[in-house]
């Protein structure tokens, strides 16, 4: 198993949220396996989401995918993610 963990910033996270949401049915067809969605405490539009993949190509081409990058555009995601992909040791 990979777990992918994504950090960014949000312009608003309702918003953000309801694009999230809505694509439930892409990350699934696309390899996740399971996800959470965590907020930092002391700023709630500082975004923390992880992604289980069965392996690190499943990930890889889940966050390369040109309508994953158009969802985050919709969502308001500010700047670039930060993307990080680890196995289970």
Request: glycine share 10%.
């Given at each position: 198993m990979v777990r992918s963990f994504v950090r960014h910033r949000v312009r608003d996270y309702d918003a953000w949220r309801q694009v999230y949401?809505?694509?439930a049915d892409v990350?699934?067809?696309h390899g996740?396996?399971?996800e959470?969605?965590?907020r930092m405490v002391d700023d709630p539009n500082d975004v923390l989401v992880t992604h289980?993949?069965?392996d690190a190509g499943s990930a890889q081409a889940f966050f390369g995918?040109?309508?994953l990058k158009d969802a985050m555009m919709?969502?308001?995601v500010e700047g670039e993610p930060t993307v990080w992909l680890a196995e289970r040791s």
């Open positions: 949401d809505g694509f990350q699934r067809e996740v396996r399971a959470a969605v965590f289980d993949f069965d995918m040109a309508e919709r969502a308001g």
